[in-house]
């Protein structure tokens, strides 16, 4: 295939590979019937790889992870694909990976270093994560021969007309802090062709991510708009191969408003990542738009007594770390915490909008249950503006929404006030391994079913538990119970403890017990898995430092383990939802099929997480004003979160094949059995929405994008998004063509 590499480079005559300006227009259309799509999806398995499909919602319409061209207007004249459909004026490159890269044998690349760019330091009181840096994919990129050949300064313009740009000033790295991301290097994907004026200036609608690129550097400064290999990838690694414009990094409310107004005048597709960016469905990162980093938002503080109606309020920016906020608010005296993930990564933005639940859940209820107010960004006319969102004052109603309607819909929070509690002085934790072998099904599944019945059934709400069981029947079961904070009484937990042991014969049937009374600060580390007792596999320098310890290090030393273990294992994963009633003798027969199936056995790791739901977090709180309820989270049932995931190697196309088969199999055999037949939004996956999973592993079920609405919200609360979303972000903005059909959607008209 003809490969065109002709593309201008600022301030050069410079000629660029990895990149195309398309003569050809495409006709395109995203529900073809099936006839027409899946020859094009095939097309694209055998030219790609095998999770490759037709982008047909795409203009032009390429191969996922690729930049081959398909769709009909493409085809033959019986709409199937034919022998040579990409035309002769694109590039066609599968991209890299992090093993190896494939291109074309007749491109000459070379394989240079690249230096990796230190970025202003997020938390100047705490270390920044220093992740493991990615293998470079081997092949020479246009950012990297720009700014080799030329200046520092110098970038590739996907255009067909010279451009003129300002020298940006170099990057000051005596006065930035020691932030190092993980660099990776990635072949762009192609725009339209594109003159230098905005879109509002030339009368275009077509996007113009270079000259926005250039208004974020003289609004925020060169330092804070990182592009090419200085730019942080995304903590999810199946979505590391989406290349933004720029990742920016804003430092007050006002760098916000004027991102979002530079994005909406140059017409390119913008997203906020509150840190790493572990969105499950790839909310925080998007092919050639501008990524809003908001680890600058990172703080925590306690307010004086009484804010707000509550004893202690925290205000949290909103790039928070969990791990941060718990050391932070186990330092304060007296101790106190909230009720968040066990992710030490994890920010507090997006688990808190998609409703958060955690170890101290029941006791304490969700953390989208325990927020007073929030600082947010949103649209208001023609302009942007930051509003405080209130319980009972103004903006209720944006309030609720955030309270559990997902993220990437409704504005962009700043600062989040929550209603924190006093910390306990003794905590009882438990891991209990049971080994994976050939075990009589009967009693596998009763002791399950007892513990499950032992932990329903506790005398108090201060446990919380969750179990696992992995391919084979491999099972850990884990939890957390506090005693009361000011008493110091753990009567109740003692007894909560005796009657797990009791349900799973501790001492006999389970393979490694592990029992322990400690304190809050030692119990929310190993919640966060970064102590040895929790995981005998993290290093030292991640364990509990404990009194006077080096918490700062320490903190690094976690983060730096977390990042490690999902740098190369990307997985695939969905919930589902089932009361307590739901978990008959059937169900658990349905659960022991899925996790035998073949799939399981060599290539992919299969894992069923089974999180309690009980005691305050099936309370929906009552401390709003308006109408409905108070908060956006529906499942209020007792019984349990089940997520379906499966684990595969980075760049295994085969393995993501079997993992995405293997979760929708599981899926449909445990949601035939939940009388809720609803999901977690925070383990959303948009694979299931788009094709070809929605028609492969789906069937004549319906999974049109207003299916989703139902699993999360339901009928009547999902209109209330929608009237939010048409109030504070009627632009429609944080969304992706990948993403278009898994968040809020807005309604034909708007009645605000």
């Known amino acids: 295939m003809l490969l065109v590499l002709i593309t201008l480079v600022s301030s050069s005559l410079l000629l660029c590979p990895s990149a195309y300006t398309s003569t050809t227009t495409v006709t395109n259309t995203a529900f073809y019937p099936p006839e027409i799509a899946q020859p094009w999806h095939e097309f694209c398995h055998d030219s790609v790889n095998a999770s490759s499909y037709c982008k047909l919602n795409h203009v032009p319409s390429v191969c996922q992870f690729s930049l081959v061209l398909c769709g009909p207007s493409l085809s033959t004249t019986d709409g199937t694909p034919s022998d040579a459909p990409s035309p002769p004026t694109t590039t066609s490159i599968a991209p890299p990976s992090a093993e190896s890269t494939s291109v074309d044998s007749s491109v000459v690349v070379s394989t240079p270093e ?23 994919v081997g092949i020479e990129t246009s950012e990297s021969i720009t700014t080799t050949e030329i200046s520092s300064t110098s970038y590739s313009a996907d255009t067909s007309e010279p451009v003129t740009t300002t020298e940006a000033a170099p990057t000051n790295t005596s006065a930035v802090a020691s932030t190092v ?6 072949i762009p994907t192609p725009t339209p062709a594109t003159t230098t004026e905005s879109c509002e200036t030339s009368g275009s609608c077509s996007p113009d991510p270079e000259g926005a690129v250039r208004a974020l550097a003289d609004l925020l400064g060169p330092d804070f708009v990182l592009t090419g290999g200085s730019m942080p990838p995304v903590y999810m690694a199946q979505y590391t191969y989406i290349a933004p414009a720029a990742v920016v990094r804003p430092g007050d409310s006002d760098d916000i408003i004027g991102i979002l107004g530079i994005a909406v005048e140059y017409r390119v597709p913008v997203v906020v990542r509150s840190y790493a960016g572990h969105s499950f469905a790839g909310q925080s990162t998007v092919q050639d738009g501008i990524v809003i980093l908001m680890d600058r938002f990172s703080s925590v503080g306690v307010l004086p007594e009484g804010f707000l109606g509550s004893s202690y309020t925290a205000v949290i920016g909103a790039g928070t770390r969990l791990l941060d906020i718990y050391v932070e608010l186990m330092q304060h005296s007296p101790p106190l915490g909230v009720s968040g993930g066990n992710c030490p990564s994890v920010s507090i933005s997006g688990v ?22 929030a600082d947010v960004v949103v649209k208001d006319g023609d302009t942007f503006k930051l ?4 319980r009972d004052g103004d903006h209720a109603e944006l309030l609720k929404a955030l309270r559990g309607g997902m993220g990437g819909n ?10 924190t509690f006093r910390a306990s002085e003794t905590v009882n934790v438990f891991r209990h391994k049971v080994d994976r072998g050939d075990k009589d099904k009967e009693e596998v599944v009763g002791k399950t079913r007892a513990f499950e019945a032992a ?4 005398p108090g709400d201060g446990l919380w538990s969750k179990f696992k069981i992995k391919g084979g029947f491999e099972m850990n079961f884990e939890g957390m119970c506090m005693c009361e904070p000011i008493s110091n009484d753990c009567s109740v937990c003692d007894a909560s403890m005796a009657s797990i042991d009791a349900a799973l014969d501790k001492d006999n049937w389970v393979s490694k017990p592990s029992e322990l009374t400690t304190d809050h600060g030692y119990a929310t580390w190993s919640w966060a898995g970064c102590t040895q007792w929790a995981d005998p596999e993290a290093p030292s320098t991640a364990d509990y430092p404990g009194a006077g310890g080096d918490f700062d290090a320490a903190k690094q030393g976690c983060y730096d383990y977390d990042w490690s273990l999902s740098a190369s294992s990307p997985w695939k994963s969905i919930s589902v939802y089932i009361k307590h009633s739901d978990a008959t003798e059937s169900f658990w027969d349905a659960v022991w099929d899925v996790v035998h199936e073949p799939e399981c056995e060599n290539r992919n790791l299969c894992i069923l997480t089974f999180e309690y739901y009980g005691g305050k977090m099936i309370e929906e709180p009552q401390d709003c004003s308006g109408d409905g309820p108070c ?3 529906i499942h209020r049932n007792n019984g349990w979160n089940i997520q379906i995931a499966s684990l595969y190697s980075k760049g295994d196309s085969v393995g993501e094949q079997v993992s995405t088969s293997w979760v929708a199999k599981a899926f449909a055999a445990i949601d035939a059995k939940s009388s809720l037949h609803t999901s977690y939004q925070n383990y959303l996956s948009n694979q299931w929405t788009l094709p070809p999973w929605r028609d492969e592993y789906f069937p004549g079920q319906d999974v049109e994008a207003d299916h989703w609405k139902y699993r999360f919200f339901g009928d009547g609360l999902y209109s209330r998004l929608q009237q939010v979303k048409c109030q504070y972000n009627p632009d429609n903005l944080f969304v992706t063509a990948d993403t278009s059909d898994i968040v809020v959607q807005l309604p034909d008209s708007c009645s605000t």
């Open 352 to 373: 808190t909008m998609g409703g958060a639940h955690g170890y101290y859940g029941t006791k304490y209820g969700t953390l989208a249950d325990a927020v007073i107010a």
């Open 631 to 633: 908060t956006s989270f």
């Open 114 to 136: 690249v230096p990796t760019a230190a970025s202003p330091s997020p938390l100047p009181t705490t270390p920044s994560i220093v992740p493991l840096t990615t293998t470079s």
């Open 455 to 458: 932990v329903v059934a506790q």
């Open 181 to 186: 991301y993980p660099t990776t290097e990635t």
């Open 387 to 390: 509003v405080t969102a209130t």
């Open 410 to 419: 409704y504005g962009v929070v700043v600062n989040w006030y929550i209603e």
